[in-house]
């Protein structure tokens, strides 16, 4: 029987094609289909693509939680008892999110909406109203964040004090900065982390690769290329993210002092 | 007449001898007297060193803030018309804190208590109660943190959002992380830092200098040597402190969710 603390998780950087929906969501289930692991994580809008310049424009790549692709992936998800998470613009109602879901391994679905959008995602689409919710795969929990989310420490911190083991954080990265970053990030949440990321261009946005897992020391065990499209996995121990002791005297999560923060 | 946004701050990375207080603050007054700055920031405990193993030996090493020491540095910082962070056991009654104070240009002291203590420093000092308070040189507001603290994204946060320019971080470093993950508490709080760490071992410690002086984007300025003590200075632009926009549509400060964050 399989051991109940290590789980095989990884990324899928993909390279989709802006607008054209049907031909990346096949390609996203092709992916699917073709590895075994109990999660993997695709970028943002994995589904579409990045560059829209209007509401208008965007609203005709968007998708609800209950298309027939989402369908699609839920057999998937359940017939292989595996995890996926996709990034994908989502319509609902007339609004329009930067928003990933969760489908775990029982098709149950936990959809999380970017709370911090970064530069003209600000005119497309409307900011989350999810937070950071934990969904499971198993007995692994796992949070979502989205791309630019990396940059604010709360947004990691929320999710490992909601009790995740891993972040999924699909992304669209233009910036150098997040994949250093995400040292810190899993260090000081003591947390693991997949930070699956695209590549290729779109208008003035190049798009950085180098999609990551980083574990909960801050140390990276897979990178991805710059430049390629690619699937990479590792074993993970959940053991590792549910003990927050740095040493035997520092435990990272007892020692806060929420007494002298004022944030 | 000097221009009032632009700062020359540094480190003095030294190697204090434990428990010869009386040589380590000479050698402190000297450093003091002998460069020219607007701020000048010391390790952690560096009047005293670091690996007491009980309380009552560091209280022979601990002083007040009435201190002799610190009263000829407060001279000292009013004839130069400059400003000094200095780490020290601070004996405060009965208890003993690990402390840094700011002394500005005009005298004024500002004391700030270790709020997140490190492995055995629990079994001699008290926790910080000062919080994470803001002193001013001249225009420059700075903020304080020692060592450890830097690990807490509280920390350095709540210091941003108090309005600081400059963080000042006495350190005495024995992990080999914090250097590189100053890179993200600056970018994340668009904020410059000084880490001013000590060199040489004691006991089972050994302290990695490397002190570093990191700007707002998170760009290593100047970073001393891992062996040999060392006094660096840069020249710092208050107003890329202050400007906390990352582009022309994301403000950092006022993209946060705080509607979202549970912390």
Redesign the interface.
């Known amino acids: 029987m399989k051991s109940k603390h290590l789980y095989k998780v990884g990324f899928a950087q993909t390279k989709p094609i802006l607008g054209k929906i049907e031909i990346n969501s096949n390609s996203i289930i092709d992916i699917i289909k073709s590895h075994n692991y109990d999660l993997l994580v695709f970028p943002e809008l994995a589904t579409c693509g990045y560059d829209f310049k209007t509401k208008n424009e965007i609203k005709k790549s968007s998708i609800s939680i209950d298309s027939i692709f989402f369908k699609t992936v839920k057999k998937i998800c359940i017939k292989k008892k595996s995890g996926i998470v996709i990034g994908f613009a989502e319509k609902s109602n007339s609004t329009i999110y930067n928003s990933s879901i969760l489908i775990n391994e029982n098709g149950k679905m936990y959809l999380y909406r970017k709370?911090?959008?970064?530069?003209?995602e600000?005119k497309i689409f409307e900011?989350?109203?999810t937070?950071?919710i934990i969904g499971k795969v198993n007995k692994l929990k796992i949070g979502q964040m989205i791309c630019?989310d990396w940059?604010?420490?709360?947004?990691a911190?929320?999710i490992a004090?909601?009790g995740a083991h891993i972040i999924a954080h699909p992304a669209n990265l233009v910036m150098p900065?997040c994949q250093?970053?995400m040292?810190?990030?899993t260090?000081?949440n003591c947390i693991y982390a997949i930070t699956s990321n695209r590549i290729g261009s779109e208008g003035d946005y190049t798009f950085t690769g180098k999609s990551q897992i980083t574990d909960n020391r801050?140390n990276i065990m897979k990178s991805g290329y710059r430049k390629k499209e690619c699937v990479m996995f590792v074993d993970i121990d959940i053991k590792n993210a549910e003990n927050k002791f740095?040493?035997?005297?520092?435990n990272?999560m007892n020692?806060?002092?929420?007494d002298?923060?004022?944030?």
């Open positions: 709370s911090h959008l970064f530069y003209n600000k900011k989350g109203n937070g950071f630019f940059f604010f420490p709360e947004a911190r929320t004090l909601n900065y250093n970053s040292k810190t990030r260090l000081e801050g740095l040493n035997t005297k520092n990272i020692d806060r002092r929420n002298l923060y004022e944030l």
